[in-house]
T-cell receptor, first 119, second 112 residues
Framework: DGGITQSPKYLFRKEGQNVTLSCEQN?????MYWYRQDPGQGLRLIYY???????QKGDIAEGYSVSREKKESFPLTVTSAQKNPTAFYLC??????????????????FGPGTRLTVL | RKEVEQDPGPFNVPEGATVAFNCTYS??????FFWYRQDCRKEPKLLMS???SGNEDGRFTAQLNRASQYISLLIRDSKLSDSATYLC?????????????FGIGTKLQVIP
């Protein structure tokens, strides 16, 4: 089955620890994204990557880091510098990311999410 | 003014009713538009893209009004299973980079 997967589904972290969230896709999509969702708020973009070995900061990148060494993988590290890390983290991918090429090339498909709780 | 604005609701409607949501956006250079559905504690799922000519998928109709900078979603003959939060998404592009903006979502509750 083609799709986008995230693991783990639930993650608990002690304050001061870094933690890495996994995101994998086998859709052959060029672009991948990380969002954060807090209760009563919309999705906020953390980082995105339009192509392998390239990524850009989103609106709330502070305290997070990413890498894009492979097309299918875009892991997110939540560092101890992130002040309020407890949230629902969503990964998404789209066929293309740099332009609206029509035909749904910038349509995003989401993974099931990871709920991170800092204890 | 927020880049993308939605009425958070909730909209409580009886089964069989028709309900409409609007979403306004501030960037006139926005290029692509979508409606997503998000169930409680789940990921958003694409409902439909929104085209200038308007598009329909069964009971769902999406419209784009570029002059007034809003998109709309109409749901006819509401079902209990339509209860969810509906997110509008607006994409814009500059210098080869994409900016994706989600609305806060409109919560719909269909009542028996």
């Amino acid at each position: 089955d083609g799709g986008i997967t995230q693991s783990p589904k639930y993650l608990f972290r002690k304050e001061g620890q870094n933690v890495t969230l996994s995101c994998e896709q086998n859709l052959n999509h060029d672009a991948m994204y990380w969002y954060r969702q807090d209760p009563g708020q919309g999705l906020r973009l953390i980082y995105y990557s339009q192509i392998v070995n390239d990524f850009q900061k989103g609106d709330i990148a502070e305290g997070y880091s990413v890498s894009r060494e492979k097309k299918e993988s875009f892991p997110l590290t939540v560092t101890s510098a992130q002040k309020n890390p407890t949230a629902f983290y969503l990964c998404a991918s789209s066929p293309r990311g740099g332009t609206s090429g029509g035909g749904g090339t910038d349509t995003q498909y989401f993974g099931p999410g990871t709920r991170l709780t800092v204890l | 003014r927020k880049e993308v604005e939605q009425d958070p609701g909730p909209f409580n409607v009886p089964e069989g009713a028709t309900v409409a949501f609007n979403c306004t956006y501030s960037n006139s250079a926005s290029q692509s538009f979508f409606w997503y559905r998000q169930d409680c504690r789940k990921e958003p799922k694409l409902l439909m893209s929104v085209y200038s000519s308007g598009n329909e998928d069964g009971r769902f109709t999406a419209q784009l009004n570029r002059a007034s900078q809003y998109i709309s979603l109409l749901i006819r003959d509401s079902k209990l299973s339509d209860s969810a939060t509906y997110l509008c998404v607006v994409n814009s592009y500059s210098g080869g980079y994409q900016k994706v903006t989600f609305g806060i979502g409109t919560k719909l509750q269909v009542i028996p």
